[in-house]
Nanobody, 118 residues
Framework: QVLLVESGGGLVQAGGSLRLSCAAS????????MAWFRQPPGKVRQFVAS????????QYADAVKGRFTISRDNAKNTAYLQMNSLKPEDTAVYYC???????????WGQGTQVTVSS
């Protein structure tokens, strides 16, 4: 079993920054990738960013390109999401997820709330 715990959410003014962390514990092995998703109020969950665990290759949703950066610390089994130039439309519950192989996500965190005020 794997446990993912997000932290770092909070309330920030537009234009501000936050860094989210996703710490993995439990069964240890090499992930294929880790990703961040978000679910704005009243909307479906959206892909935000992903990182291939071994090579570090990244992907981003168009809405966050140039503002958000995903990274990981292999030794700590932790992924990060640095969020800069935040906008009110970034308000959402942010979730991390991990995949053991391509094709789907196996584990999800409980989410952390990010609220951006205008």
């Amino acid at each position: 079993q794997v446990l993912l715990v997000e932290s770092g959410g909070g309330l920030v003014q537009a234009g501000g920054s936050l860094r989210l962390s996703c710490a993995a514990s439990g069964r240890t092995f090499s992930w294929y990738l880790m990703a961040w998703f978000r679910q704005p109020p009243g909307k479906v969950r959206q892909f935000v960013a992903s990182i291939i665990w071994s090579g570090g290759s990244t992907q981003y949703a168009d809405a966050v390109k140039g503002r958000f950066t995903i990274s990981r610390d292999n030794a700590k089994n932790t992924a990060y999401l640095q969020m800069n130039s935040l906008k009110p439309e970034d308000t959402a519950v942010y979730y991390c997820a991990t995949a053991l192989a391509a094709g789907g996500y196996d584990y999800w965190g409980q989410g952390t709330q990010v609220t951006v005020s205008s």
